[in-house]
């Protein structure tokens, strides 16, 4: 018996294994690439902030002033030059040729420059306002989603605590002291808390979803390793900020160039009405009377006003200059009221926060719960309440901690201090720039 061996052409092996090899790599960079565009980053409260800088709206504001900066602005000496011919019956050797030209006096050239400074320097405090209330979103949604987490995890020390009262309700069912509606009231209690945390953990989601979005889907906020600034030095830190907002504050500064345009704009009309020069002017070529050939004839024309052409726009811009100088008044002892109002709140709220803490400083129901909790037979039912007495109190505690942060930082953006350059992470105690 005969067996016949049938071997494959070496040149197939080295096709299917080229292909395989290509499937290999192929596979290989699409996984490579899938992790490198979906990899996440763990931001921290610094790296959220800096988002605002990155903004679109910044990024066009910046562009805006670019184009202003490099905008050549300064008024020519010679506003037009103007080309003039006349001729006698299409007689060549009658034509004639004239150039007019009109100027700018320096008066007119020092005020338009004076008012592109001032365009400039507005839309630069746009930029401010902009990165202001970009900010200010970001702090909040910061807070937000620190509280949202820390809050899960408390609640989650609540359902266990309301699960063991549950428990031990079942387990009475049969006691001559049971009473049904207990039961049930715990189990409702249990139900509530269940739902309010899915209901936070969808707003921790929501929290999460917006600070991703900041990132341009960079990565979310690591909420575990935060140590944000503590409320004595929060506090402090209030005590010390000035009763009045500062100068600097972004929509006072817009108001001061408000009417700072009004009285530039008012200079660059003035400076063109008193231009009463209106032109030079050069004309050759023609004859005289006689017949002889004329070189050169000079001309000046000068403007006589009979009436001040510019006195009602020059009214306006002063009625404007006078309203924003008013608004710039209102909105400063707006914004003072605003800081005083927000000071009275959080020290209202920190003595709320110490109430609670001198209670559970002082309370005896960790005392009694650890002496309960060496009683033969105590009852489950009262070392439950007792703990679920202490967790109430540090969960009002923990909800007026959030209330005395968010005041903080309504008072940074009252203040204008948020914007201030070098632009600070408030929210630690090192108050690092970014």
Do not use: C
Not at 259 to 281: D, G, P
């Amino acid at each position: 018996m005969m067996v016949t061996y049938k071997f494959q052409p070496i040149g197939q092996y080295i096709k299917i294994y080229k292909s395989l090899t290509q499937k290999v790599i192929g596979a290989f960079l699409f996984l490579f690439f899938f992790l490198s565009t979906h990899a996440q980053v763990d931001l921290t409260t610094s790296d959220v902030l800096a988002t605002a800088k990155n903004e679109y709206s910044i990024q066009l504001q910046q562009q805006r002033v670019d184009v202003l900066k490099n905008l050549e602005s300064k008024l020519p000496l010679v506003d037009e030059i103007e080309f003039r011919t006349e001729t006698n019956d299409f007689e060549l050797k009658e034509q004639q040729y004239a150039v007019r030209a009109r100027f700018h006096t320096r008066k007119e050239q020092k005020a338009q420059k004076d008012l592109h400074q001032a365009k400039i320097e507005l839309n630069s405090i746009e930029e401010k306002i902009l990165i202001h209330e970009l900010l200010e979103d970001r702090y909040v949604g910061i807070l937000e989603a620190i509280y949202f987490e820390r809050l899960i995890d408390t609640k989650k020390e609540q359902v266990l605590i309301l699960e063991d009262r549950l428990t031990v309700y079942k387990r009475s069912i049969n006691l001559p002291s049971f009473d049904i509606t207990d039961m049930i009231d715990a189990e409702d209690e249990l139900h509530a808390a269940e739902l309010g945390i899915l209901k936070l953990e969808n707003a921790a989601k929501f929290a999460q979803q917006k600070i991703y979005n900041w990132s341009a889907n960079q990565g979310f906020l690591k909420v575990e390793n935060i140590k944000l600034i503590s409320l004595d030095e929060l506090m402090e830190s209030m005590r010390m900020l000035p009763t009045e907002p500062s100068a600097s504050h972004a929509d006072l500064v817009k108001r001061n160039l408000n009417a700072t345009m009004a009285i530039r704009e008012q200079e660059v009309r003035k400076a063109r009405e008193e231009n009463t020069f209106e032109y030079f002017q050069a004309r050759i070529g023609g004859t005289d009377k006689q017949g002889i050939k004329q070189n050169l004839t000079l001309g000046l024309g000068i403007r006589i006003p009979v009436r001040n052409t510019e006195e009602l726009d020059l009214a306006e811009l002063e009625f404007e200059r006078m309203d924003e100088e008013t608004k710039y008044k209102e909105l400063q002892i707006a914004l003072t009221d605003r800081m005083a109002r927000i000071r009275l709140e959080m020290e209202h709220q920190y003595q709320l926060y110490q109430l609670l803490q001198k209670q559970l400083e002082n309370s005896q129901a960790d005392f009694a719960l650890k002496q309960y909790q060496k009683i033969a037979g105590a009852s489950p039912l009262a070392l439950l309440k007792l703990k679920g007495s202490r967790f109430n109190k540090e969960l009002e505690q923990f909800s007026i901690e959030q209330e005395i942060y968010m005041l903080y930082i309504e008072l940074l953006d009252a203040s204008g201090k948020m914007a201030e350059l070098p632009l600070r992470n408030y929210l630690l105690s090192s108050q690092p720039s970014f």
